[in-house]
């Protein structure tokens, strides 16, 4: 089955700076990849997602990026605020179900 | 619009115990998805639902885990009997056609001592 990779498990930035967090995937077939955030003691929200036809998608500050050759994708935070703070998990999917990552804390210190 | 929810928040039972959990999906939503967090881990796939029917239980862990959709409105999750391994956050997911958005619940925490 798919197996997702996401690195690194605990991210710390300054307010201010930018968050990358990385995951790879080894089913070739997937083709959906959404990022989730999920804040403490709330439920997981879709925040980003691309489709495997597409490269690139930014939403305001957040952008992903996907590379399909070689079987990876990212997240890309700009300009990160102190409410950023929250786990990212990222998924694939190649039928229904999602294949997460573990998941990154990030932290965004003022 | 109203979204995923769950019931309970938090459980807590003990070993060898029966716990259901429920989960409400969005209304007019067909497609309903069970997942778990184990600590540390990632959120894993349980099993999917399209309106009652079973699309695909391959993730469930053994036959101590019981899910049921009847009428194709809300599910619920049977534990029985419960085991310490069972403990995490379970996760309720829904989405209108199948390669839709997931909108997830809460969750439920599951503390078997």
């Known amino acids: 089955g798919e197996n997702v990779e996401q690195h690194p498990s605990t991210l710390s930035v300054q307010e201010g700076d930018s968050a990358v967090i990385k995951c790879t995937y080894s089913d070739s077939a997937s083709n959906y990849f959404p990022w989730y955030k999920q804040e403490l003691g709330k439920r997981p929200q879709l925040i980003i997602d691309i489709r495997s036809n597409v490269g690139e998608k930014k939403d305001q500050r957040i952008a992903v990026t996907l590379n399909k050759t070689a079987k990876h994708f990212s997240l890309h935070i700009t300009e990160t605020q102190p409410e950023d703070s929250a786990v990212y998990f990222c998924a694939a999917r190649e039928g229904y179900a999602l294949n997460f990552g573990k998941g990154t804390s990030l932290l965004v210190t003022p | 619009e109203a979204g995923v929810t769950q019931f309970p928040s938090h459980s807590v039972i003990e070993k060898g115990q029966t716990v259901t959990l429920r989960c409400d999906p969005i209304s007019g939503h067909d497609n309903l998805y069970w997942y778990r967090r184990v600590m540390g881990k990632e959120i894993k796939f349980l099993l999917h639902?399209?309106?009652?029917?079973?699309?695909?239980e391959s993730g469930m862990p053994n036959n101590r885990f019981l899910a049921e959709r009847t009428g194709g409105t809300y599910s619920t999750l049977k534990v029985q009997p419960a085991e310490l391994e069972d403990s995490g956050v379970y996760f309720c997911a829904s989405s209108q056609m199948r390669a839709d958005t997931q909108y997830f619940g809460p969750g439920t925490r599951l503390t078997v001592l």
């Open positions: 639902f399209v309106k009652e029917s079973k699309q695909d």
